[in-house]
């Protein structure tokens, strides 16, 4: 069975940094990806990375906003930088079985698995 767990998230303010870890059991191999919900919105997609490490972003997030993954820990991660409060949403972790190693798609139609997801909110 396939669990994660998002961590990391919290109240900072505009200009600030965090970093989200989902911790993954179960499988090893995956796509693994990040997206959000912001409140009265549809979840939308943030950021996604292949088995091969190769990444893809929002147009919000380039720049801003980093994914990567400890493959030694079974842990992906999302890197925020310079946050503002448009940032703030419930950030959720997705995981999908489906493709290669360059699969890594930005639809969350594509995930099978998803965590429970973790608050961030930024102040101005």
């Known amino acids: 069975q396939v669990q994660l767990v998002e961590s990391g998230g919290g109240l900072v303010q505009a200009g600030d940094s965090l970093r989200l870890s989902c911790s993954v059991s179960g499988r090893s191999k995956y796509a693994a990806s990040w997206f959000r919900q912001r409140m009265w919105k549809e979840r939308e997609f943030v950021a996604a990375?292949?088995?091969?490490?190769?990444?893809t972003y929002s147009d919000s997030a380039k720049g801003r906003l980093t994914i990567s993954r400890d493959n030694a820990k079974n842990t992906v991660y999302l890197q925020m930088n310079y946050l503002n409060p448009e940032d703030t949403a419930v950030y959720y972790c997705?995981?999908?079985?489906?493709?290669?190693?360059?699969?890594?798609?930005?639809?969350?139609?594509?995930?099978?698995?998803w965590g429970p997801g973790t608050q961030v909110t930024v102040s101005s």
């Open positions: 997705g995981v999908g079985l489906g493709g290669d190693s360059n699969w890594y798609p930005s639809s969350s139609a594509s995930y099978d698995y």
């Open positions: 990375i292949g088995m091969s490490g190769r990444t």
